[in-house]
């Protein structure tokens, strides 16, 4: 399954690709125009250097641009998991934020704050194995059990558990 696009990230990447392909083009050389070039010693300047010229490099790095443009354009534009980092109806313990627990009445702050600090989690289950968690508090989660997930880590998730830098 591809992930969905937006149309505007597909012009953007058109005119990256665009702009990459210009810059390549405007350095090399133009068969109509090679003739018109005249070689005055008095006038010329030699941007050499250990034989590659600027224009060379130039080139190159265009090239490279060119040729890195697919790789770029398959990047995982959006995270398959989303709705359970608190757009729907279940939570994923080891991937949303502390904040998406107060859509669950009594899990916010102490339970969840206890759930983002020792997952991350393989089950569900391994949340009743907090030792720091009463058995009252168990009885909460166990209310909001079929709520909860645990789905494997995602790095660029994981980081914003405790603090997703919203503040009010």
Do not use: W
Not at 115 to 122: R, T
């Amino acid at each position: 399954r591809l992930p969905h696009v937006h149309p505007p990230v597909v012009m953007l990447r058109q005119v990256i690709v665009f702009a990459l392909v210009a810059a390549a083009s405007a350095f090399s050389a133009t068969p109509a125009l090679t003739g018109l070039r005249t070689q005055s010693s008095a006038c010329s300047v030699t941007m050499q250097a250990e034989g590659a010229s600027r224009r060379d490099f130039l080139k190159n790095v265009a090239a490279f641009g060119v040729a890195a443009a697919p790789v770029i354009a398959n990047a995982d534009v959006e995270y398959p998991n989303v709705p359970y980092l608190g757009g729907g109806d279940q939570i994923d313990v080891n991937n949303a934020n502390i904040r998406v627990y107060t859509k669950l009445p009594g899990m916010y702050p102490n339970i969840a704050g206890l759930i983002v600090k020792n997952g991350p989690f393989k089950s569900i289950d391994e949340v009743y194995n907090i030792k720091a968690m009463s058995a009252e508090q168990k009885a909460i989660v166990k209310k909001y059990e079929k709520n909860l997930v645990a789905l494997d880590v995602a790095p660029e998730y994981r980081e914003d558990v405790f603090n997703n830098g919203l503040y009010r």
